[in-house]
C-alpha cells in the first residue's frame, strides 16, 4: 500500500500540503515478580500516544493559514489520520482522537518551500470506515 494517500483533518478541517505524518504508540510495564519467582512478569501498564505532521505551507491554502495561526503548542485537537487508499478499495483505515499540539517547527531557507511540522501527544484510536 503506497502511502501518497494519505490525508489529515484537525477538527473536521482537511490540512493541505501534508508530507509525512506518524504515529507512536507505547505501554508502561510495570513488574509483579514475586520472591520464589523462577522468572520475572510484568504487568501492562498506561498506553501513551504521539507524533507528527509535517507539511509544506501554501499561503493560497486559507485552511492551512488558519491552522498556523491556531496549532501552537499547547493546543487541543481532534485528529484523523487516514490511509485514504484506493488500494484498500474504498475503505480508509488510520487513527482518530483527540491530542494536544506539544511542538511547532516552522523552517523557511532561501533554497526550499516554507516547512511546517507539528507534534502530538495523545492515544488515537484505530479505526476502519469508509
Known sequence: MHGRRGSISIDGQALGRVTAFSY?????????????????????????GSGTIDCRFDQ???GQDDFLTA?????????????????????NVGFS?????????YTQSFD?????????????????GA
Open 24 to 48: 507512536d504508540e507505547s505501554a508502561d510495564s510495570v513488574e509483579s515478580t514475586a520472591m520464589g519467582d523462577t522468572s520475572k512478569s510484568y504487568e501492562g501498564g498506561l498506553v501513551d
Open 112 to 128: 526550499d518551500t516554507i516547512n511546517c511540522s507539528f507534534g502530538f501527544q495523545g492515544v488515537l484510536t484505530s479505526y476502519s
Open 60 to 62: 493560497a491554502d486559507a
Open 71 to 91: 496549532l501552537r503548542a499547547g493546543t487541543s485537537v481532534v485528529l484523523n489520520l487516514v490511509s485514504d487508499s484506493s488500494d484498500l478499495v474504498g475503505t
Open 97 to 105: 482522537g483527540s491530542a494536544v499540539i506539544n511542538s511547532f517547527n
